[in-house]
């Protein structure tokens, strides 16, 4: 059955850094994109980036500001989020989905989720 998990999240001050994981069992990952998400306190969720299963292309969100880096691993049936000098406006839940790839990682409708780990960022 197709399961994913997040990890990797927790409590770090500004200017710090963490890398987020994301497991996936039950199936081929190596044929599914990967996005990121993440949602905040009172907020919409948003997009983070994504990378795409045939070329490992990424794609990230002007909020992310070159501080984040996806990648992935398919022989371990993992996807990675980096985030580097995190802010306080980072702060929120983080999901990673996956989705069969028809199209850019960016443009597909993801149908496969994570439950979530939480990031905070403060002083």
């Known amino acids: 059955q197709l399961q994913l998990v997040e990890s990797g999240g927790g409590l770090v001050q500004p200017g710090g850094s963490l890398r987020l994981s994301c497991n996936a069992s039950?199936?081929?990952?190596?044929?599914?994109?990967i996005g990121w998400f993440r949602q905040a306190p009172g907020k919409e969720r948003e997009d983070v980036g994504c990378?795409?299963?045939?070329?490992?292309?990424?794609y990230y969100e002007a909020a992310t500001e070159g501080r984040f880096t996806v990648s992935r691993d398919n022989a371990k049936k993992m996807g990675y989020l980096q985030m580097n000098n995190l802010k306080p406006e980072d702060t929120g839940v983080y999901y990673c989905?996956?989705?069969?790839?028809?199209?850019?990682?960016?443009?597909?409708?993801?149908?496969?989720w994570g439950q979530g780990t939480q990031v905070t960022v403060s002083s």
């Open positions: 039950g199936f081929n990952l190596e044929n599914y994109a």
């Open positions: 990378i795409s299963a045939g070329d490992g292309s990424t």
């Open positions: 989905a996956a989705e069969p790839e028809l199209r850019d990682c960016d443009e597909l409708r993801y149908d496969y």
